[in-house]
């Protein structure tokens, strides 16, 4: 197939200087560009396309010359075949991927079609020629008349050299009557042609005014689909941005809800965690209580209060009677006492020593205070010398015993709950005799003090001996 190498406009004017089909191949790069490539080589399309056929030129889709002929002819699609006529109409467009014989059948159609309409157009000019010919025919008597049609000089030429053939007997007259139809004839003529070439000038006006509205009214078209494609494409993304927002409001909304059961649920998990520790800890605080309970209920601490303000700490079983206690304490005093509690007040009898440490509530711990009774210290007090000796060395043999009390082990700290009945036969000879001996001096010494109170006071004067209150008066 044989392209036209110059641009556009020159392959117009050459197609119209030819009479030829002006044949625009639009290509592209994609695969329906390559089948079309390969029917435009063919030797029989080439053949039907031949030179004096059409001017064929080829544009790329994307260069500049395409989008100049796309506002006259707009481009469709890619690849495309455009055949113009002499008049600038299209005959025939061929586009898009096409078999090999439709497209013959196509071209070899359209060559055939606009070789219909030339034949017409040239008989029509052919009658017309005829026509001005045998119009001229009646001046064409008169010789050198087509060399008159420059001038007036030539005419008279033509009348000069009219007169030298064998006709030059005529007269002048005559001949003057000829040059004066000539030159009517001639006038007549300049007037036809200036009245055809003014209608063809006007012919044309009106063909370029109506190409300039057709080329008007495509770019308003083209305008109009634009902004329709425009509008298209603003609803499309509209739609598109709604479904989006749509779309992650809806993942907003699971992930919300997702986390919300999570949260839930280890909120559960943490709460069921935290019930069952503090039902563990209840349970163990139970267990422990119980434990502790049971300990405490078992076994009956109790504290002494002696006389001389020293407490004595020794642990009973819960079951034994306060005999138990009374015996403990005779043993390390030595004499006859009185047990009582300060709060609530109250003074165990001898009926009480069969009651135990339950039944008297002194179970798991109590406090006992101990106040000799008054028949002992009258038994204890003998001898006027030894008193007196007894007297100035008791203080001494008091800060002795408080030392002893702190490097020394409390007998009653290691004595065995369940032999507190025979505590006197367990109790070592240095400790008895040590007991002995400070309970004989606080005799003396609570007999020197007993010489200064009356032996008959009651046991709520006694409440006070030897200056320890032991109750709130």
């Known amino acids: 197939m044989e392209w036209f190498s110059g641009n556009i406009p020159q392959a117009i004017q050459l197609a119209k200087e030819r009479g030829s089909i002006f ?22 399309v080439s053949q039907m396309c031949k030179r004096d056929a059409t001017v064929a030129i080829k544009i790329q889709g994307n260069s500049e010359s395409c989008t100049f002929f796309s506002q006259i002819y707009p481009v469709v699609i890619i690849p495309s075949a455009y055949f113009i006529g002499n008049n600038g109409t299209p005959l025939e467009v061929i586009g898009g991927k096409v078999d090999a014989d439709s497209f013959r059948q196509k071209v070899q159609n359209v060559l055939e079609r606009n070789k219909s309409n030339e034949a017409s157009p040239a008989q029509s000019s052919q009658q017309q020629h005829m026509s001005s010919a045998a119009s001229s025919s009646a001046a064409s008597q008169l010789p050198g008349t087509s060399a008159a049609s420059s001038s007036r000089s030539d005419v008279a030429m033509a009348a000069t050299s009219e007169e030298e053939e064998p006709q030059k007997k ?41 190409t300039g509205q057709s080329v008007q009214q495509l770019k308003q078209f083209q305008q109009e689909r634009e902004i329709l494609e425009v509008k298209e494409q603003l609803k499309k993304e509209k739609e598109e941005e709604r479904k989006a927002r ?26 069921e965690q935290q019930e069952a520790a503090r039902k563990a800890k209840l349970v163990e605080q139970q267990r422990a209580a119980a434990e502790a309970g049971a300990r ?39 004499c006859d006492v009185t047990l009582s509690t300060a709060y609530p007040r109250r003074t165990f009898t001898q009926s009480d020593m069969d009651a135990t440490f339950v039944d008297l509530q002194l179970a798991p711990t109590a406090v006992l205070i101990v106040v000799p009774a008054s028949g002992s210290l009258g038994n204890s007090s003998g001898g006027g010398g030894g008193g007196l000796l007894s007297l100035l060395f008791a203080p001494f043999m008091v800060i002795w015993n408080l030392i002893m009390s702190f490097f020394a082990p409390s007998p009653a700290l290691t004595q065995n709950s369940n032999s507190s009945a025979g505590s006197s036969s367990s109790t070592s000879a240095a400790g008895g005799d040590r007991e002995r001996q400070s309970a004989t001096k606080r005799s003396r010494q609570e007999g020197n003090i007993r010489r200064m109170r009356n032996p008959d006071d009651d046991d709520d004067e006694n409440a006070t001996w030897n200056g320890n209150s032991t109750q709130q008066m």
Do not use: C
């Open 23 to 44: 044949l625009v191949y639009v290509t592209g790069e994609d695969e329906d560009t390559k089948g079309m490539d390969k029917m435009w080589e063919d030797a029989e």
């Open 170 to 210: 005529k007269s002048k007259p005559e001949l003057d009557d000829r040059v004066e139809r000539a030159r009517e004839l001639l006038e007549k003529k300049k007037a036809l042609k200036a009245q055809e070439e003014f209608e063809k000038e006007r012919l044309k006006e009106v063909e370029r005014r109506k």
């Open 246 to 271: 749509e779309h992650i409001k809806l993942e907003i909304a699971r992930d919300r809800a997702e986390r919300n059961a999570k949260y839930q649920t280890e909120k559960s998990q943490k709460t």
């Open 296 to 334: 405490r209920s078992e076994t009956a601490r109790i504290q002494f209060r002696l006389p001389d303000g020293s407490s004595v700490s020794n642990q009973f079983p819960s079951s034994e009677r306060l005999q138990a206690a009374y015996e403990f304490v005779v043993q390390r005093m030595d």
